[in-house]
């Protein structure tokens, strides 16, 4: 097998935190390979995301959902990868657009996993075990070149510039409120319905950590999470500040960092958090850790329902419950949420000790 490359290029079109999770294979082939030119080829969310890091030579711009959407703005992607010469294609996205574009853009030597929709068209394939975490099964990619997956960390890498941390520092600085309490960042959103949790339990939870642990509590999510963001809003006692649709994911980042907390549901920031090794509470509904999405980290604690025969009901979630009773988040009570809390502002404080010692 070729154990060198010129030029190798890495695929995923995925969802933010898909990417975020593809991160630790871009540091695994950047020390696998080193001095080969290494692109990666994502959404323009993705981009924005990865821009800066330094594992990576090029980004490449995929919008399929938008200039480049359709049959002809994959032919225009595949031939626009063609003409830069990739000798390696690594897939991390299972669709079978994926792997046609890869074939399309000429790359001699393709490698996808062979559970995905086109694997006929890769010429290495790799069994995606679903055992494993979805960063380590990103890194088994590597496997036909020698490499075992566990030789490789799987905690996620993110850049942050100066520019976006002075954009939050002032976007603090203005509605903050005002103490030296913990900073807890809560994210009620997703894009799946069945995802989140519920409204009033998240403004409940931000009203007893605001009295209790005089934390200062900021809402974060795209402009996409207005709604549910809104609906908490709606139920609050306490003062917090919102910045739902006012930060990016990058902006994010920047924030992340800043966080003694995050509570938020099986989402982007779940993974962003992860990546800066910021204590978190993630509540899963319909979705569940055994696929493989949780942050492997003693800083993370999931809170869910077990038990459940209906759990997990699909890869994602649905936007409803299909079966109509939402037992998987009406079953995660305030007071479950809480107890992770604290344990994750205790872990906080005492990393907070450490450093000032």
């Known amino acids: 097998m070729k154990t060198y490359f010129n030029r190798i290029l890495i695929f995923n079109s995925a969802f933010p935190g898909d990417i975020v999770l593809t991160t630790p294979l871009v540091r695994a082939v950047y020390e696998r390979f080193p001095g080969t030119y290494l692109a990666f080829c994502t959404t323009p969310a993705g ?23 359709g049959t002809l703005g994959m032919l225009e992607t595949a031939f626009r990868l ?62 036909p070149f020698g490499v075992k997956q566990e030789s490789y960390s799987t905690q996620p890498v993110l850049p942050v510039t100066g520019e976006e941390a002075n954009h939050v520092f002032g976007l603090l600085g203005v509605g903050l409120p ?17 995802k989140r949790w519920i409204s009033e339990r998240f403004a409940r939870l931000a009203d007893i950590l605001t009295g209790t ?8 999510g795209s402009a996409y999470d207005r709604g549910p963001a809104d609906q908490v809003l709606s139920n609050l006692k306490s003062p917090v500040l919102d910045l739902v649709g006012m930060t990016d994911l990058r902006e994010l980042c920047a924030l992340m960092r800043k966080a003694d907390l995050l509570v938020t ?36 604690r999931v809170v869910e329902v077990k038990g459940l025969e209906c759990k997990p009901c699909s890869d994602h979630g649905p936007e409803r419950c299909p079966l109509g009773h939402f037992k998987c988040m ?4 305030v007071d479950m949420v809480l107890e992770a809390s604290a344990e994750m502002l205790a872990l906080s404080r005492r990393k907070s000790e450490s450093l000032s010692e």
């Open 330 to 333: 009406q079953g995660v009570t």
């Open 265 to 300: 549901g099986d989402s982007a920031p779940m993974h962003i958090a992860w990546a800066f090794d910021i204590p978190t509470v993630a509540i899963f509904g319909a979705t569940s850790p055994e696929l493989g999405f949780a942050p492997l980290s003693a800083r993370c």
């Open 47 to 69: 981009v924005r995301l990865l821009a800066g890091l330094s594992y990576i030579d090029r980004l490449i711009t995929y919008d399929k959902h938008g200039s480049q959407k």
């Open 213 to 220: 642990y005089q934390a200062r509590v900021i809402l974060v």
């Open 82 to 143: 063609r003409r830069e010469n990739y000798d390696l294609a690594l897939s991390a996205h299972r669709s079978l657009r994926t792997a046609l574009l890869l074939k399309l853009a000429g790359i001699p030597l393709r490698v996808g996993f062979e559970q995905s929709s086109g694997a006929a068209l890769y010429h290495l394939k790799v069994r995606r075990k679903l055992e494993l975490h979805e960063t380590q099964r990103n890194l088994s990619l590597l496997e």
């Open 178 to 194: 005002r103490g030296s309490g913990p900073l807890v960042l809560i994210a009620p959103g997703s894009v799946w319905g069945t």
